[in-house]
């Protein structure tokens, strides 16, 4: 699975991670987060992110 | 208005806003500089600017040195406008100059200034400028505190230009850390890394690692005192205010408005102090938020208080609480509490922030009008099981 980064602040997005905090779980590729998952470091939406 | 010599050939040339006391909300007693920094080498360069309303004096500050019209660099470190208010300025008199910057940097300035005939050349992490004998390194630092922050490190002198980072909102004629009351200089540093940076604990981290490599003997922030005798000290700071560490302290934080809430903070306070804790009393009233954050940096317990007004939670408290969550404190332990007549939504309000917060919320009281001297001592044994 890829990882995404965030364009505004550099969050990398890696998959085998997941963001507990937002509850996503480990192994969740970064097209089956929800829509309204933002980056956990500067907040803006998932149409920030490019494949890394 | 002169430059400052830090180093042979290198200057402190910023601003000083001696009046300043509300920095977009945050309480600046002492007022504050923004830090700019000239290089004379082959390549002559400037180091960030001021705000708008101080670039005069950045630029007779320049001018006692040399014509401004001659730089041939100016780094902008940061596109917020306390740095970056003095460019436009800057860029038309110094005609051939190249502005360098991180690429978040250009696009964040391009939605400041019309910037279409500067020329722009964007750096990131690694790329180097050479300016003769002398050169300076870049390291991105993004989300300290905006996404466009970096920073310099200019190895033939041990300098880094730290912008944001490391800074302290001081106006004083004095620019060393080793003129200035060195306990003022970690207080207010302290104060502005619990305000502006705290949110960014993890790319804080990442910096530090970064610098950890670097062979550093002097720090050139943005805004207060340069350090040159201090910098183990304020990079320890860094670490430890980073890593979440906390002392066996307790901060109380409320308002109240006969009498009541304050009780119950009191009692909460004699619970603390009896199991051993340090503790502090802020009553909203009297205290201003930027000041009260400061000491969350530290505590184990943070405990919030407000009674019931309309169905709410007293304004001065809510304004806390959504200030606390900007901020994003980690691994703290939480009480709410508030005193009530009917209703007593507060505590639950106060309660939901908290949580929303992510703090450990350990204790949840409301108690009824005035409350008598055994409710107060079963809110203390209460709490006093809990530590
Ligand atoms: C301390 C601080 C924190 C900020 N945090 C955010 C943020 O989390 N997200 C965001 O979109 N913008 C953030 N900003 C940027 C401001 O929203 C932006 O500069 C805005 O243009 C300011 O509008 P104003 O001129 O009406 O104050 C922050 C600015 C400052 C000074
Ligand atoms: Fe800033
Ligand atoms: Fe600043």
Redesign the pocket.
């Known amino acids: 699975m890829k990882k995404y980064v965030c364009v505004v602040c550099g969050y990398v997005y890696d998959p085998e991670v997941g963001d507990a905090d937002a509850g996503v779980a480990e192994g969740t590729a970064f097209e089956n987060l929800p829509e309204d998952w933002v980056c956990p470091v500067?907040?803006v939406d998932k149409d920030q992110f490019e494949e890394a | 208005m002169k430059a400052v010599e830090m180093k042979k050939g290198i200057y402190w040339v910023g601003g000083i806003d001696w009046d300043i006391r509300n920095f977009?909300g945050y309480l600046t007693q002492r007022g504050t500089t923004y830090n700019a920094y000239l290089i004379i080498d082959e390549k002559i360069t400037l180091v960030d600017t001021t705000k708008y309303y101080l670039v005069d004096e950045l630029l007779e500050r320049v001018s006692s040195i040399v014509d401004p019209s001659k730089i041939d660099y100016v780094i902008s470190n940061h596109v917020?406008m306390d740095h970056s208010g003095g460019l436009p300025r800057v860029m038309e008199i110094a005609k051939n100059a190249t502005l360098v910057t991180a690429p978040n940097g250009a696009k964040g300035l391009a939605k400041h200034y019309d910037t279409s005939s500067w020329n722009i050349k964007t750096v990131s992490t690694g790329d180097k400028l050479e300016l003769g004998k002398r050169s300076i390194e870049f390291i991105l630092t993004p989300m300290v505190?905006?996404p466009d922050n970096m920073v310099g490190y200019m190895p033939e002198e041990k300098i880094l230009f730290s912008n944001d980072s490391f800074g302290q909102h001081i106006a004083s004629s004095e620019r060393f850390d080793d003129e200035f009351p060195s306990e003022i200089i970690i207080e207010e540093a302290k104060k502005y890394y619990a305000n502006?940076v705290m949110s960014y604990g993890m790319q804080v981290g990442r910096e530090l690692k970064e610098a950890s490599g670097l062979d550093i003997e002097m720090i050139a922030p943005s805004h207060g005192l340069i350090f040159r005798k201090h910098v183990k000290e304020i990079i320890d700071s860094y670490v430890k205010w980073s890593s979440n560490i906390v002392g066996k302290k307790a901060l109380i934080v409320y308002d109240t408005m006969w009498g009541s809430t304050k009780k119950m903070a009191y009692a909460l306070q004699d619970a603390f102090e009896e199991k051993g804790y340090m503790t502090s009393m802020k009553n909203l009233q009297n205290n201003h938020i930027s000041d009260i954050i400061t000491e969350v940096l530290d505590v184990e317990y943070i405990c919030v208080g407000s009674p019931t007004l309309n169905n709410n939670m007293l304004p001065t408290v809510a304004s806390f609480l959504t200030y606390l969550k900007g901020l994003t404190p980690k691994n703290r332990k939480a009480i709410a509490f508030g005193s009530y007549g009917w209703g007593g939504q507060s505590v639950a309000q106060i309660e939901q922030y908290l949580s929303d917060s992510k703090f450990d919320i350990k204790l949840s009281k409301r108690l009824l009008y005035i409350p008598s001297e055994e409710n107060l001592e079963e809110l203390k044994e209460e709490l006093k099981k809990l530590l």
């Open positions: 500067c907040g | 977009h917020e505190h905006w502006i």
